[in-house]
């Protein structure tokens, strides 16, 4: 008589075998297609999870409920495919690290939408299925959301100046559907419950629930790191190895990860290019030596041998000139976001002398306005009364003579740098300055053709300026 506990264990061994087989077969039918995927697909080991009733993965394993898989495979081989190539998508763009403060429940669907729309966007027939029409209107809403503010500062702009807008390399069509910038998109639909579900049954393919992990851990920051190094490494791969047909074929995916793999700026880590070496009344503990101090202690009692320095040099900032081009196209929000940010990082007890001097000017054609901040109560009652003014042609040259006659006064003796946030339309000083210059662009809202080749560039996402964050709250908390 057989056992009844054996036979079912050799039917789920069974079970487990065929789902292993068919997790095999769509990674090899993905790597035929698409031979940039190999080290990524081959990332990824199987493991069966009893009674999980869907599929998901940590970014190493991919944890399955073999009935699942069964019955999806029915459906199919092409849905196995795209959902283990949705999966794998999901670990190259790192989405289960990159959640942050956003809302759980709609960054999944974010991260849902933007990897189906590279699927979609995928030529290639071991991934295709006819998109249903919510499909196909949730792509067109969602670009409609992401070009609606850019075609805003158009029209600021020729009403302002006259000038054409969005200059020639903002003009680059519907922006890639990223999950950072659907999730902004959803967040200002304000979707109902009932739409929010009819999505999420959409677009759902895995879960989420193994992306629940400490982002910060030592075993997360390495998984991330790897992701990145192979996304970087695909990206150099598909540009310099594929033909024009493949380019043709996985052009959704190549516009993702440009997107993805674009240099992204520590705004902080630029700040501080403009600090200065100078003394500030604190102690040292790198100079001292608690040895000698304990030694003189206990040998003649009050005395002892060596005391830690007061002083101590290090690099902050002292002299400092933020720019405003009140002509911009970008929105007074934008500008408004710019100087919170940099009020933030000025704001770090590490990055500022006790006594400082930053000029905030607002300049169009002239210079509009001069705010000296002093201290950091300054700074926060500038930004909670600011307002814009000028709204003349953009001309950089006034700026930068005025602060050059605040040099002569010897009004920012320690002056190392300038900043100046701008779409980059305008007239450029043809000598550079004494101290360092750069200029802050916001993609898809600037023209850098005539920037001139002494001045640094610096372009920053709208998401990383507009987006709710840790760092809102701080703000908040700090103004109550």
């Keep these: 008589m057989i056992d009844p506990v054996r036979e079912r264990q050799l039917q789920e061994l069974d079970t487990v075998g065929i789902c292993t087989r068919i997790l095999y077969q769509a990674r090899s039918e993905l790597y035929v297609n698409m031979h940039f995927l190999d080290v990524s697909l081959s990332s990824l080991g199987f493991e069966a999870a009893w009674g999980r009733n869907g599929i998901s993965t940590d970014g190493a394993v991919i944890f399955y409920d073999p009935e699942f898989l069964l019955n999806l495979y029915k459906k199919g081989r092409v849905c196995v495919n795209r959902a283990y190539l949705h999966m794998v998508f999901h670990c190259l763009f790192c989405h289960m690290y990159t959640r942050k403060g956003r809302k759980k429940e709609l960054w999944d669907l974010a991260c849902d939408i933007a990897m189906e729309a590279v699927i979609d966007g995928l030529y290639q027939k071991c991934v295709h299925v006819p998109q249903s029409p919510l499909r196909r209107e949730t792509y067109l809403r969602l670009k409609r959301q992401m070009e609606e503010p850019e075609e805003k500062n158009k029209i600021q702009t020729e009403r302002l100046d006259g000038r054409d807008g969005i200059p020639k390399q903002g003009r680059t069509g519907s922006k890639v559907l990223t999950a950072e910038r659907i999730y902004r998109a959803l967040s200002r639909m304000e979707l109902s419950e009932r739409r929010l579900g009819q999505l999420q049954a959409e677009f759902k393919v895995d879960d989420h629930d193994l ?136 704001s770090e007890s590490d990055t500022y002398f006790r006594k400082i001097r930053i000029h905030i000017l607002q300049c169009d054609d002239k210079v509009q306005s001069d705010v000296l901040i002093e201290c950091a109560e300054d700074l926060k009652a500038y930004m909670e009364h600011f307002q814009i003014t000028g709204f003349g042609g953009t001309d950089f040259r006034p700026a930068f003579e005025y602060v050059n006659e605040l040099r002569a006064k010897r009004e920012v003796d320690g002056l190392r740098g300038l900043i100046y946030f701008t779409d980059g339309k305008g007239i450029y000083p043809v000598q550079a300055p004494v101290y360092d210059a750069a200029f802050v662009f916001i993609e898809h809202l600037y023209s850098d053709e005539s920037v001139p080749a002494w001045a640094m560039k610096v372009v920053l996402e709208e998401e990383q300026l507009m987006e709710i964050s840790g760092g809102d709250s701080k703000r908040k908390k700090d103004r109550e």
Excluded: H
């Design 211 to 346: 992306w629940e992990q400490d982002e910060n851990s030592r075993q997360a920051i390495t998984r991330q790191n790897q992701w990145n190094d192979k996304r970087e490494k695909m990206q150099t791969q598909m540009e310099t190895m594929g033909s024009q047909d493949e380019s043709q074929e996985n052009e959704s995916l190549q516009d993702m990860l440009q997107a993805e793999n674009r240099e992204r700026y520590d705004y902080r880590q630029f700040l501080r290019r403009f600090s200065v070496l100078k003394e500030e009344i604190e102690v040292d503990p790198d100079s001292f030596d608690p040895v000698f101090y304990s030694y003189g202690m206990s040998l003649y009692g009050n005395m002892p041998l060596i005391e830690p320095l007061e002083t101590k040099e290090v690099f902050r900032i002292e002299d400092f000139v933020i720019v405003i081009d009140t002509s911009m196209s970008c929105s007074g929000e934008l500008v408004q976001r710019f100087l919170e940010e940099t009020y933030d990082v000025l």
